[in-house]
């Protein structure tokens, strides 16, 4: 085979000990690229041979990095030739050449170029979230008022279920009158034992500006009692302090009056 | 840039090519730290002569700082292209030193070459490796790759047919990396 027979001919040793001419070295890179068998064989013995040369290894003078640093930087700034006297110099300061700094000069304003454009792509994106932030800002603001209301409206619902569970409040409920306040209601929440008494209602008519509701105690001695203003849409307080027949709401100025003068809204009996 | 201390950092091959492509000045002194010992090593082995290698290592670091674009990963190990150069500096040098003492007695030259191997073994003390290759595989590894002599050279100085000192190049090889193979068991 053709590969095998390259492979023996030696040439692959030829060219890791640096002796190959020049057209077997284009011969062995040409079939190494080609065959892989020819590449790992060459590499192989190319491994051989550097850890065979690795046994000559000889510390360098420590001065010598030194030198061979200082040299690399010399050619590098002077651009000097290899073979030039003046390589080895180390106290030549390098002037930047004109041409080095004309490129300096156009990477710098393509730079800057670039910053600006950044910049302005960098504020306009600012901006935009500065605005999604208050539209976002003012909708957290509404869902905050909505909780707040949605939490009392909750709490309103837990008092009154509370207030349905136990066995010792008795539920009068107001119907609406035929002139005023038809198919309306208010549910009066009395606790005769602990003297507590609470209403709601917000389907009676709301009142208008100046105007608040009343509630008034029917008692069997035929006395009408006082028992308190309360805000409508509520879930209110009242005084009940003695057993009563009748509950009665009438429509009375803002914070109530000693005597009923309004008209009546609604009215219930309670049980007995 | 005034720190010329050992660096500690371990960086792989593929890493390091990519660094010193990217002139990073620390791949360079990586490769330096790691591979300069070696490069002069041989560099005394092909000049025999301690200020010429030195000359050789210098310009065989710039030669690589300057070049190293040209290094290609996929014809063969950062360290072959590094030797390569190195062996192609020391080997120049080696030509411009014959050719300066072209004139005086080629026997006389011959002489003290063979004696500066001598000193120049024992002063390295080279390894049993070396002891154990035959003396026909030292002499064509030595001729090649550290004389730089060209194979129809070596065949006049030998006096064999060309397609031998293929043969004995190949034997020589091998045998080297079998020496090899054994060492590692």
Known sequence: MKVQKFIESGILSVYVLGAATEEEKQEVERMAALYPEVRQELESLQNAMNEYLAQYEVPVPAHLKQKVFEKIRNTENVELNLESEHSSDSRIVPFPSIQKWKYGLAASLILLVFSALLNVQLYQNLKETERELSVVQAQNVESQKKITLLQTQYQTTEQKLSLLQNPDYQ????????????????????????NKAFIFTNSLPQPPQGKQY?????????????????????????????????????????????????????VGSVKS | ????????????????????????????????????????????????????????????????????????????????????????????????????????????????????????????????????????????????????YSQSEIAEKLGIPLGTVKTRAKNALDFLRNLLEEDTF
């Open chain 1, 171 to 194: 539920i009068t409920y107001l119907q609406g009158l035929q002139e005023v306040a038809p198919q309306s209601y208010a549910t009066v929440f009395w606790n005769e034992k602990e």
């Open chain 2, 1 to 148: 840039m005034q720190d010329l201390k050992k660096e500690k950092t371990f960086w792989i091959e593929s890493e390091l090519v990519i660094q010193l492509k990217a002139k990073n000045e620390k791949a360079l002194k990586y490769l330096y730290d790691h591979y300069a010992s070696c490069m002069y090593g041989v560099a005394l082995q092909i000049l025999k002569n301690e200020e010429l290698a030195q000359d050789a290592l210098q310009e065989a670091f710039v030669k690589i700082w300057q070049n190293v674009q040209n290094y290609d990963s996929t014809k063969g190990r950062l360290f072959t292209w590094l030797l390569n150069i190195l062996r192609n500096t020391a080997i120049d040098k080696l030509r411009a030193k014959e050719a300066k003492y072209k004139a005086e007695n080629l026997k006389n030259i011959a002489k003290k070459a063979d004696n500066d191997t001598i000193k120049q073994s024992e002063f390295i003390g080279i390894r049993e490796l070396t002891e154990k290759l035959k003396s026909e595989h030292r002499v064509i590894i030595e001729m090649m790759y550290f004389e730089g």
């Open chain 1, 214 to 266: 009343q509630l008034w105690a029917l008692t069997d001695d035929n006395i009408i009692w006082d028992a308190g203003v309360f805000d409508w849409g509520k879930f209110s307080p009242v005084k009940c302090f003695k057993k009563p027949q009748k509950f009665i709401i009438t429509l009375e100025k803002q914070g109530g009056v000693p005597k009923a003068e309004g008209k009546a809204y609604a």
